[in-house]
């Protein structure tokens, strides 16, 4: 089959690779329709590379259908259409009975001190092959594959994968009160997403970013949006807009990709290029994170306020301003997406044809596999107005 494999930083390939095969009786093999690049994928692209190896295939945000099952398999069979969510979870461990799926006991990666395995993302979460590919092995498919129903497009469900869930968990996290306010950092792709849904909800919302592409999607779906580009100082701006008092919440969907901090910008860089046996143990105890995003959360929140991190950090030593967080009494939540503990609320809005989350306006570019490599560089790069990219396998 065709996949999308790394090769190192800003080098992934699409090569022809070994088809995968059911290994366990808990497996399942799905061929994939549509797959997307995830703004985490970037921070293997640019960042991640130690903890990858040549050849790897990325991905981890699939829908498709069924083609067999293992034997154990029992609620889903060849010919279902079906979302995989990002992470693998076997649905009876303790942390699954506590629908914390992203904690899964039985798919933890515990060599590494790690959650629940992910695919297509590193030997931190298990270096499961990943679903940038034409056919994907999906292990625990006894409970992780979510049927959807046939007739709409791809468009409409793919998101389920990962998008939907992650935003959805982080404006859950976030506390809105009943009729409060919520900035949003960030307005990539969970962060359009994350605003849509807090004004489904009933939240007033700031999205704040500096890509003008962004902005107008942002305002489009009803958010007021705050030019981080021309801005110069984003807290008061949002504290002038709220009253002197700052919003109830705020979502940084930024994370490690954040401008503002030349000195883990230089971190990045040096990891970046050092051998894989000195950078990986470096990235695991150094602070290489620019955290002008969080920062400015802090900044921004009101007293007693709580901040819901969704945006993908990967250094263990960065410093944060404990002191202003314990003063203003800041609630901080954070953590990756519990992805089917809420597939019973978005399921509904994604099935109306109303499209009330606007899933229909989110992709900016819809290419053929063969053309991974482009999508990632003008994501990355956001360029050509960049702000999500599906690939057709």
């Known amino acids: 089959m065709k996949a999308l494999t790394w090769h190192g930083k800003r080098d992934v390939r699409v090569e022809e690779v070994q088809d995968p095969m059911i290994k366990e009786p808990t497996d399942a093999i799905v061929r994939l329709t549509t797959t997307a690049i995830c703004g985490s994928d970037l921070h293997l692209y640019e960042v991640l590379g130690p903890f990858i190896a040549e050849g790897d295939i ?84 006894q409970f992780g594959p979510i049927k959807v129903p046939e007739g709409p497009p791809d468009e409409r469900f793919v998101y389920l994968s990962d998008v939907l869930p ?62 981080a580009s021309v801005t110069g100082d984003v807290p008061e701006a949002i504290r002038e807009l709220t009253g002197g008092r700052g919003p109830d919440s705020v979502i940084d969907a930024v994370g490690m990709e954040a401008h503002g901090s030349p000195v883990a910008k230089f971190a990045q860089t040096v990891t970046g290029v050092l051998p894989d046996v000195i950078a990986a143990p470096l990235m695991s ?39 202003r967080m314990f003063d203003k009494g800041v609630t901080l939540r954070m953590g990756q997406a519990h992805v089917k503990r809420w597939i019973d609320d978005l399921m509904p809005l994604v099935s109306d044809d109303a499209d009330p989350l606007g899933v229909m306006d989110l992709a900016t570019h819809r290419l053929p596999l063969d ?18 990219v599906l690939l057709t396998p």
Not at 195 to 213: F, K, P, S, T, W
Not at 378 to 387: E, H, L, V
């Open 58 to 141: 990325l991905g981890h945000e699939p829908m498709g259908v069924v083609e067999e099952v293992g034997a154990e398999v029992s609620h889903i069979k060849p010919g279902d259409r079906v979302v995989i969510p990002f992470n693998i979870a076997c649905g009876h461990c303790h942390m699954c009975g506590m629908r914390l799926f992203a904690q899964c006991e039985t798919t933890q990666v515990r060599d590494h001190g790690m959650g629940a395995a992910l695919f297509g993302y590193t030997k931190l979460y298990g270096e499961v092959p990943g679903a940038q590919a034409e056919y994907l092995r999906v292990p625990q498919a």
């Open 285 to 323: 105890t150094a602070g290489v994170d620019r955290l002008a995003a969080l920062n400015q959360s802090i900044e921004t929140v009101r007293r007693s306020g709580t901040i819901s991190v969704v945006g993908v950090y990967g250094g263990m030593a960065d410093p944060m301003p404990m002191l």
């Open 166 to 227: 992650t935003a959805w968990q982080a404006v859950r996290y976030a506390d809105v009160p009943d009729g409060g306010t919520v900035a949003v950092f960030g307005l990539g792709p969970i962060g359009q997403m994350a605003a849509r849904i807090a004004r489904h909800l009933g939240y007033r919302v700031i999205g704040v970013d500096g890509v003008q592409e962004r902005l107008a999607m942002a305002r489009r779906h009803g958010a007021e949006v705050l030019d």
């Open 371 to 388: 053309q991974a490599p482009k999508g990632y560089e003008i994501f990355q790069k956001k360029r050509d107005g960049a702000i999500k």
